[in-house]
């Protein structure tokens, strides 16, 4: 899984944002199949699934926060 491995999709690369742990280490093959797996059970939810986005300091969504997560810009 390339989120795993480096940390970022095809996409994340074009956008130069990277996933990682809360303090900025790379994320675990749990975790990397931990997000993909609840930002696809609540694809049906999308809304609510950014809802958290509006209320957390670092914009986090509902499925970063559940794998815990962060997505940030990467130079």
Do not use: C
């Amino acid at each position: 899984m390339l989120l795993h491995r480096r940390g970022q999709t095809l996409g994340k690369m074009a956008l130069k944002v990277k996933v990682v742990r809360p303090d900025g280490t790379p994320i675990t093959g749990g975790q990397a199949w931990g997000r993909a797996l609840s930002r696809a059970l609540l694809g049906f939810l999308y809304l609510v699934d950014y809802i958290p986005a509006f209320f957390t300091k670092e914009k986090t969504t509902l499925h970063d926060l559940i794998a815990r997560t962060r997505v940030v810009n990467w130079v």
